[in-house]
Nanobody, 130 residues
Framework: QVQLVESGGGLVQAGGSLNLSCRAS????????????MGWFRQAPGKERDFVAT????????YYGDSVKGRFTISRDIAKNTVYLQMNSLKPEDTAVYYC???????????????????WGQGTQVTVSS
């Protein structure tokens, strides 16, 4: 069982930055935060939930959706049970609810599909004005 709580969303002008945080509480016997691949997804009104970024258990490898490459950076602090999403050069089309997700994996895997993740946060709203 993993509980995820996002924070850091808000309203920002185009070209600005935000840093999202997701703190994980792990209540699975024999598992710790370091055993989970973490990801960020986003969902705009009337649209499907889209992949944004993922980071492996070790934090060594990351992978990004095409629309955010070069602008967003995912990272994790294992000691703090927290994953971050630094978002720079924000655009109005980045407006969405952003969700943190965790996947129990056996290896240092990069994951990018919604169905691959087992646990989800409640989401945090990001609004970018033009």
């Amino acid at each position: 069982q993993v509980q995820l709580v996002e924070s850091g969303g808000g309203l920002v002008q185009a070209g600005g930055s935000l840093n999202l945080s997701c703190r994980a509480s792990v209540r699975s016997f024999g598992r710790t935060f370091s055993r989970y691949t973490m990801g960020w997804f986003r969902q705009a009104p009337g649209k499907e939930r889209d992949f944004v970024a993922t980071i492996t258990r070790s934090g060594v490898s990351t992978y990004y959706g095409d629309s955010v490459k070069g602008r967003f950076t995912i990272s994790r602090d294992i000691a703090k049970n927290t994953v971050y999403l630094q978002m720079n050069s924000l655009k109005p089309e980045d407006t969405a609810v952003y969700y943190c997700a965790a996947a129990a994996t056996s290896g240092d895997n990069v994951l990018s599909r919604v169905y691959e993740f087992d646990y989800w946060g409640q989401g945090t709203q990001v609004t970018v004005s033009s």
